[in-house]
């Protein structure tokens, strides 16, 4: 007499209730699964030896515990809900991500997100029983979450869930591509202030000779500029170059 396997494509209620937290990670995490799995493709088994390279130990046991609880995984096998989501384009996708949310979420009332509050929705977390950070980045996720696949929200709990991590890093990332779309200026000197000071060195790398070129500008900032090429290979159109950039050099050179 044989014994019946369990469907491993069916998450039972017994599972539900076993179910790990909500996910805590960034939604940017999740977000950049599937699309990652777009190109990887769905696995049989979501372990270790798939995902490790692209998410890390920590990051990829706190990713799986989170697909477990959205109905993903069970244990470490993927579910038939995560390949038709990660096959799905556009609204459809949205759908099968909102439908994904509100099973998993039973206890948040989806009905009154509109119009809820902060407080609201911490009552609702508070069945989850998590703590401190957790808890906060728990509710961070589900806010994002919402807010990506247009699920309705209250402005003060959209307002509630902001990635700071994320907005310094655009803020970075804009002031890096400024830096390098912009040319070199000479800073004006006005009043008594000190006018910029330019200083040369010569430092020694495995890669041969450097010449190191270092502005104090007359707030104190410091702009350094380095050269390590051999200049008789340069080419007419970048030598055009250079030699506005000396002469921009030499404005700052000390009198």
């Keep these: ?6 469907n491993i494509s069916t998450i039972t209620q017994q599972d539900k209730e076993k179910a790990t937290s909500p996910p805590y990670i960034s939604f940017v995490t999740f977000s950049n ?53 990660v096959k799905a384009r556009g609204d459809e996708r949205k ?6 949310l509100q099973k998993a979420y039973s206890a948040v009332d989806f009905s009154q997100l509109a119009g809820g509050t902060p407080s609201m929705l911490k009552d609702w977390f508070a069945k989850y029983n998590l703590d401190g950070s957790t808890d906060r ?16 929200l209250s402005n003060v709990l959209k307002k509630a869930a902001r990635n700071k991590q994320t907005g310094g890093t655009i803020n970075r990332e804009k002031k890096l591509e400024k ?19 330019l200083s040369q060195t010569i430092q020694r790398q495995e890669t041969g000779q450097q010449d190191l070129y270092r502005v104090t500008l007359s707030n104190g900032c410091e702009i350094k500029l380095s ?14 170059l250079i030699e506005d950039i000396v002469e921009v050099m030499k404005k700052c050179r000390k009198k």
């Excluded at 007499?1 to 369990?6: I, V």
């Excluded at 830096?179 to 000071?197: F, H, R, S």
């Design 33 to 85: 699964l599937i699309t990652w799995l777009e190109t990887e493709g769905v696995p049989i088994k979501f372990d270790r030896s798939f995902w490790g390279k692209k998410f890390g130990g920590g990051l990829g046991l706190q990713l799986m515990a989170g697909m477990r609880f959205l109905g993903l995984l069970k244990d470490d096998y993927t579910q038939q809900q995560l390949g038709e989501i």
């Design 137 to 152: 980045k728990a509710r961070s996720f589900f806010i994002n979450a919402c807010k990506a696949y247009g699920i309705p």
């Design 179 to 197: 830096e390098k779309t912009n040319p070199l200026e000479v800073p004006k000197v006005a009043g008594n202030q000190n006018p910029p000071v």
């Design 227 to 240: 050269s390590n090429v051999e200049f008789f290979e340069i080419e007419k159109t970048d030598r055009v």
């Design 1 to 6: 007499m044989t014994q019946d396997l369990p």
């Design 95 to 100: 759908k099968l991500l909102v439908d994904m």
